[in-house]
């Protein structure tokens, strides 16, 4: 069976910045599944440095045909969707079904008008 088929489990970690790559403090960014596991849902908040990450003690997973809604506010700035899939940054080789994959992902907001 390929990855396709087996769930994988994920770590998530990334960055919130503005579109001069400044870091942007408690942003609000809710991660779901799109695809056949739709019991994923995560809330993050970016630290002083922007960054946010997965820190939970249960081991999270998803399938690699699935794709990740990363739903992100801050204040004074425009909300923005992103969605990610793990083969935009792993061919099927390189998917592991015993090692964690790591989505590592940095997301830009424009200020609001």
Do not use: H, W
């Not at 792993?90 to 592991?96: H, V, W």
């Amino acid at each position: 069976m390929g990855p396709d088929c087996n769930g994988l489990p994920i770590n998530i970690t990334g960055i919130v910045q503005d579109i001069n790559g400044e870091p942007i403090i408690n942003a609000k960014i809710r991660v779901s599944a799109m695809g056949y596991d739709q019991d994923l849902d995560l809330e993050f908040v970016s630290d002083n440095s922007g960054y946010f990450a997965y820190s939970g003690d249960q081991r999270i997973f998803m399938f690699a045909c699935d794709y990740l809604i990363f739903d992100v506010s801050a204040s004074s700035f425009k909300d923005k969707s992103v969605t990610y899939s793990l083969y935009g940054d792993y061919t099927e080789d390189q998917l592991s079904t015993t090692n964690t994959n790591l989505i590592d992902i940095a997301i830009t907001l424009e200020r609001s008008a």
